[in-house]
């Protein structure tokens, strides 16, 4: 690689995607820390307990991972994160093969997929992120 691949991870279209990329783990945990009696609920309706400490734990991991991600540090390791996350998020969240058929089937099959999207994409970005590290000067 080049240094035109190094000038692209700093680029403003590669920082907007990025930002695009981490916005539902930057505006879930804002809507848990303004509703903190609606992330209880959350938790407790995916079994997770006890509930404040997961509600406490997703907001401080989505925060920190996304503030690596959009800062470049460990970079490939925060979108290794989330992807894991979001895959077991996933699970646990849209399970539409439990569903009868019919609309919230769809919907939740929809999300499914489109979750699956998300995991694809912070693979790729970790992929790429560790691609170009021993051209930037060492993995860090």
């Known amino acids: 690689m080049n240094n035109r691949h190094i000038r692209s991870t ?14 539902a783990y930057i505006q879930g945990p804002l809507v848990k820390i303004f ?17 404040p400490l997961f509600a406490v734990g997703v907001v401080v991991f989505e925060l920190s991972m996304s503030a690596l991600i959009l800062a470049g540090i460990y970079r490939w390791a925060a979108a290794g994160a989330l992807a894991v996350f979001t895959l077991a998020a996933t699970f646990l969240a849209f399970r539409f093969w439990e569903q009868q058929a019919g ?33 930037a000067g060492g993995i860090a």
Request: proline letters at 6%; one cysteine or more; hydrophobic letters at 55%.
């Open 103 to 135: 609309m919230e089937r769809a919907m939740a099959m929809n999300g499914f997929f489109e979750h699956i999207g998300l995991v694809g994409a912070f693979v790729i970005v970790a992929w790429y992120d560790l691609r170009l590290r021993p051209l």
């Open 35 to 51: 509703d903190f009696p609606g992330a209880l609920a959350e938790m407790e309706h995916f079994g997770l307990h006890p509930a």
């Open 10 to 23: 700093t680029s403003p279209v590669y920082f907007l995607a990025l930002l695009a990329l981490c916005s």
